[in-house]
């Protein structure tokens, strides 16, 4: 009965280092998703599935990469992190794309 | 894109008092969500609304699609504690992408 499953639930990390969040869903989804929660700004869409094999960009893409590794996972990866990119990220899952989503436990990562 | 505008950004009401939520778009959308997150807590999904002129309610929650579809409201009557967190609507935006509103955050004074 786990749902979404986001790992880590923190993470700090130093300006300019690397780091892939992970996600998993074990829901037989099709789309997935990976937003951030900044404060006063609501859920901001980073990049989506759609299905398994693609990916696109959302909202705010820039400094973020995607992987869609399965139909059950789903890492975004940071290459080189900044300041501005700390946040709580929130993974979730849909069996499509405009229907209830599902959500990880969050990411609160912080950059420094 | 599309976007999901939401007012207000922040509401403070006393226990026992009703509070709104207010969803715009600027476009027709097919359906919109409302999800709840409580304070440290992740977005949990409360309802679907897709008809023109919908209304659901859920306990002391009111939910309503307007007529254009451009719009929705989430109505809680007489707040309890445990109402407190930020609540979200959310639509398509094309694409198979779901976007969210800004939210609203609910505190309430016991």
């Known amino acids: 009965n786990a749902g979404v499953t986001q790992t880590p639930k923190f993470q700090v990390l130093k300006t300019g280092q690397s780091m892939t969040l992970q996600c998993a869903q074990d829901?037989?989804?099709?789309?997935m998703y990976w937003y951030r929660q900044d404060p006063g700004m609501g859920l901001r869409l980073i990049y989506y599935?759609?299905?398994?094999?693609?990916?696109d960009k959302g909202e705010v893409p820039n400094g973020y990469n995607v992987s869609r590794l399965n139909k059950r996972e789903f890492s975004l990866r940071l290459e080189s992190a900044a300041p501005s990119q700390t946040s709580v990220y929130f993974c979730a899952s849909s069996v499509g794309g405009y229907t209830e989503a599902f959500f990880g436990q969050g990411t609160r990562l912080t950059v420094v | 894109g599309q976007q999901v505008m939401q007012i207000p950004q922040y509401q403070h009401v006393q226990e026992g008092e009703d509070f709104t939520t207010y969803c715009n778009s600027s476009?027709?959308?097919?359906?919109i969500q409302w999800y709840k997150q409580r304070p440290g807590g992740h977005p949990v999904f409360l309802i679907q609304?897709?008809?023109?002129?919908e209304v659901k309610k859920q306990k002391r929650l009111t939910f309503q699609f307007g007529e254009a579809k451009k719009n929705s409201s989430l109505h809680i009557t007489a707040t309890q504690t445990t109402d407190v967190g930020t609540y979200f609507c959310a639509g398509p935006g094309g694409a198979q992408k779901l976007v969210f509103g800004q939210g609203t955050r609910l505190t309430i004074n016991p």
């Open positions: 829901m037989n989804h099709n789309s």
């Open positions: 599935s759609a299905s398994e094999g693609t990916t």
């Open positions: 476009t027709t959308l097919s359906n």
């Open positions: 609304l897709v008809k023109s002129g």
